[in-house]
T-cell receptor
């Protein structure tokens, strides 16, 4: 079946450090891929998405590239801020399907 | 109101109580979802509705009963819950139910505690 695996947290970084959160997936066909973010006390928000191979999603300084050859969708940011502290979820939605499958989430702490 | 709203934000109930969670989306979307988020577990999809018709029921115990009277409103009726049902219940909506148009917009959740 389809699945999403992301790196376990928590990840603790100092402000302005480089961030990578790894995400790999297993799916048939060509899924859509997403990163969602959940700030404390809130629901999830879509951060970025990519719908086909080699697409790059980007938003608020975050980027992720849909790599079909490595079945990966790693999240990166060049310089994190304290306000980026949150839980990040990688997710996939199978083409023509209606289920979105979420990874377990990676908690990020950014220290000033 | 904008986006997806959920009420109440917090709920404490006994195992014999009956209560309902409410979700409303102001985005003109056609699909709505209920998820359960428990500590240290992946997000669990419970129910999916498309144009008020249920399209997914993910082996959820019958003590959870969804209702979708129109495409803007979704309810989750709760009765005779167990302590392990304590969790954050998230509602979401999307433009359509099928990918790639099903990027989801989430409400803030209802934090449920069952005593």
């Amino acid at each position: 079946g389809n699945s999403v695996t992301q790196m376990e947290g928590p990840v603790t970084l100092s402000e302005e450090a480089f961030l990578t959160i790894n995400c790999t997936y297993t799916a048939t066909g060509y899924p859509s891929l997403f990163w969602y973010v959940q700030y404390p006390g809130e629901g999830l928000q879509l951060l970025l998405k990519a719908t086909k191979a080699d697409d790059k999603g980007s938003n608020k300084g975050f980027e992720a590239t849909y790599r079909k050859e490595t079945t990966s969708f790693h999240l990166e940011k060049g310089s994190v801020q304290v306000s980026d502290s949150a839980v990040y979820f990688c997710a996939l939605s199978e083409a023509g399907g209606f289920k979105t499958i979420f990874g377990a989430g990676t908690r990020l702490f950014v220290k000033a | 109101e904008t986006g997806v709203t959920q009420t109440p934000r917090h709920l404490v109930m006994g195992m014999t109580n009956k209560k309902s969670l409410k979700c409303e989306q102001h985005l003109g979307h056609n699909a709505m979802y209920w998820y359960k988020q428990s500590a240290k577990k992946p997000l669990e999809l419970m129910f999916v509705y498309s144009l008020e018709e249920r399209v997914e029921n993910n082996s959820v115990p019958s003590r959870f009963s969804p209702e979708c009277p129109n495409s803007s409103h979704l309810f989750l009726h709760l009765h005779t819950l167990q302590p392990e049902d304590s969790a954050l219940y998230l509602c979401a909506s999307s433009q359509e139910v099928l990918a790639p148009y099903n990027e989801q917009f989430f409400g803030p959740g209802t934090r449920l505690t069952v005593l």
